[in-house]
């Protein structure tokens, strides 16, 4: 157990479909971050959100769309998904997204297939 | 170029037989750090070591040990005397001081300890 937790841990939708991911820091971590794992290809930071504020975003298609209301909760909202966006998508946190080397805790992910 | 480079896909062994993971990086930065995460089946990605830059003394936690070397860029992962809970995805990270504050991954070494 990490102390942070990802709904659903498996999702299949079509791409006209309208779906949200969920994650959830217990560790009073201020730092959250969305990666994205596809087979064969190391992982891909895809955004990061310091203090509730966006910091990075790492060229990510609009058909994904981050949300942050409060340093323990994180969302990805998918819409009009590619079945290339098939993957496992990974949360983590942290102390802070500072100019310190703070440690990324990991949720389990959500596998995620498009058809 | 920052790269994380870990050559080799898939190794299996049998229980109780040594194994080293090999990670070589690349940066241009005088601050870095090095971490090592596994990520077992259930998905999430479990940290094991943080090193920096200036720190080259090996560590040793129990069966798993790390051979920092700057001269040779690697930062390699032994695990003595295996065992079957240690089949995982092992990942290799770099994280900048100076330039960066994200954590550029390698692609993983998949480890299978057959009993």
């Known amino acids: 157990e990490t102390g942070v937790t990802q709904t659903p841990r498996h999702l299949v939708m079509g791409m006209t479909n309208k779906k949200s991911l969920k994650c959830e820091q217990h560790l009073g971590h201020n730092a959250m971050y969305w990666y994205k794992q596809s087979a064969k290809k190391p992982l891909e930071l895809m955004f990061v959100y310091n203090f509730k504020e966006q910091t990075e975003n790492n060229s990510v298609p609009s058909r994904f769309s981050p949300e942050c209301p409060n340093s323990s909760h994180l969302f990805l909202h998918l819409h009009t998904l590619q079945p290339e966006d098939s993957a496992l998508y990974l949360c983590?946190?942290?102390?802070?997204?500072?100019?310190?080397?703070?440690?990324?805790?990991f949720g389990a992910g959500t596998r995620l297939s498009v058809l | 170029a920052q790269k994380v480079t870990q050559a080799q896909t898939e190794i299996s062994v049998v229980e109780k037989e040594d194994v080293t993971l090999d990670c070589v990086y690349e940066?241009?930065?005088?601050?870095?750090?090095l971490f090592w995460y596994k990520q077992p089946p259930s998905g999430e990605l479990v940290f094991l070591i943080r090193?920096?830059?200036?720190?080259?003394q090996n560590e040793i936690s129990g069966r798993y040990s790390w051979n920092f070397q700057k001269s040779t860029s690697s930062f390699n992962f032994t695990i003595t005397a295996s065992q079957v809970v240690d089949s995982a995805v092992y990942f290799c990270?770099?994280?900048?001081?100076?330039?960066?504050?994200?954590?550029?991954f390698g692609s993983g070494t998949r480890l299978l300890v057959r009993p």
């Open positions: 990270a770099l994280w900048l001081g100076d330039s960066s504050y994200k954590l550029i």
């Open positions: 090193r920096n830059s200036f720190d080259e």
């Open positions: 983590a946190s942290s102390q802070d997204e500072g100019r310190t080397t703070d440690i990324q805790y």
């Open positions: 940066t241009r930065d005088t601050t870095y750090y």
